[in-house]
């Protein structure tokens, strides 16, 4: 295999994963906005989020996790001097961020799943935009490299966040209306 046909596998399982961080978030929105439900919705809405999230996390998102991890090893692996390249180092940092967004989201599955709701569904949602700063981060870091001018960068990923985060709000003062 080349290194494109690696890029390409790793660019498919980075996307398979990032659908999973998406998705997770959102089941756990959910799942905790059915406690408010009668007994029996509660007890059948329980089950089948138990179920799905269980589901996403063995058949998409750690099996992703993985995958992404080991084709951009074996990118590094091929080109080892991106290793020198700041651009580079940052974007592991992020990864290592969002291997660490990962292994929360899995602690707060496991949390679910014994019945411990340690977060609002207003909380769930605003740790659901986390994955899509982290997206972004990455993306355009990659994409850009050493063009960023890394102050701008940093500015520019704040106001990005703060985008999203009263974006979240404004969303839930329209649904509360």
């Known amino acids: 295999m080349t290194y494109l046909h690696f890029k390409a596998l790793h660019i498919i399982f980075v996307v398979s994963w990032f659908a999973g961080l998406f998705y997770m978030p959102r089941l756990f929105v959910y799942h905790t906005e059915a406690r408010d439900k009668t007994e029996a919705e509660r007890q059948i809405l329980f089950a ?28 590094l692996y091929i080109t080892p001097a991106w290793l020198d390249q700041d651009w580079m180092r940052l974007k592991l940092l992020f990864v290592v961020g969002l291997l660490a967004y990962h292994s929360f989201t899995r602690k707060i599955l496991l949390e679910l799943r014994r019945g ?28 850009l490299k050493n063009t960023v001018d890394w102050l701008w ?17 404004i969303v839930k003062r329209i649904r509360e209306k």
């Open 153 to 169: 960068g940093v500015l520019g990923l704040v106001i990005f966040a703060v985008l999203m985060m009263t974006a979240v709000r």
């Open 48 to 75: 089948q989020f138990t179920k799905m999230e269980k589901l996403l996390w063995n058949a998409i998102m750690t099996p992703a996790c993985w995958l992404t991890i080991i084709f951009g090893s074996i990118m």
């Open 116 to 143: 411990i709701f340690r977060f609002s569904s207003f909380q769930l949602r605003l740790f659901n935009e986390i994955a899509t700063i982290f997206l972004f981060s990455i993306v355009f870091l990659v994409v």
